[in-house]
């Protein structure tokens, strides 16, 4: 073998020892720790907080309509709660992936103010305290007429929401997740109102 071969087998074998050992001692001079993106926003960690407590207290208006309640209202109460329990369900589980609670502690701040509601911490359609009394109190048609009133109001400050957030939401499954809340409720008060109708003309016929 010539000198010249030799020469250049040896400048191949120090470049690839070079690589080997840039490729080794890299690790421990350039940190390679990739920052995972985050699993929600700030928006939509506020959003899910918040629809989370509205949705609350929709079952909780569900578990205080009277049991004599009239059929029809008993089943639409029904069909409501198994909707928001689910969506519930899904709603704590995008928060435990984000690392994040589930009650905001700042209620309606991810909410800019003049954007359809003004952010506070009051949230759009919720029951008071007194509503909820005497919902728990109110027995028969009573109990139809104000459960249906009190949630016709909700569902619409859930739609005002859920619209509110897909406004500022740039896609993903959240937004997905508002935009079918807006849809399954703009339904569901439809069929409230004419539930309220057909109640109405059952009182006076």
């Not at 309640?69 to 589980?93: K, S, Y």
Request: avoid cysteine; hydrophobic fraction near 50%; proline fraction near 5%.
């Amino acid at each position: 073998m010539t000198r010249r071969v030799l020469f250049a087998v040896a400048v191949g074998a120090s470049a690839l020892f070079l690589l080997v050992l840039g490729a080794a001692v890299r690790p421990l001079v350039i940190s390679e720790t990739a920052v995972p993106a985050p699993v929600l926003t700030s928006t939509e960690i506020g959003f899910v907080q918040d629809m989370t407590a509205h949705h609350r207290q929709a079952l909780l208006m569900v578990e205080r309509l009277a049991a004599d309640a009239d059929p029809t209202v008993g089943r639409l109460a029904g069909q409501i709660a198994d909707t928001q329990r689910l969506e519930i369900g899904t709603m704590l589980g995008w928060l435990r992936l984000a690392g994040a609670t589930p009650t905001n502690p700042s209620p309606m701040a991810w909410m800019p103010t003049g954007h359809h509601h003004t952010a506070s911490a009051t949230m759009p359609g919720m029951a008071t305290r007194a509503d909820l009394d005497a919902l728990a109190l109110a027995r028969g048609a009573d109990a139809d007429a104000l459960f249906l009133r009190l949630m016709y109001r909700h569902h619409r400050g859930g739609i005002v929401m859920a619209q509110a957030f897909d406004e500022l939401s740039t896609g993903g499954p959240v937004e997905q997740a508002a935009r079918d809340m807006i849809g399954t409720q703009s339904q569901e008060s439809g069929i409230i109102g004419l539930l309220v109708a057909r109640l109405g003309a059952m009182a006076t016929g």
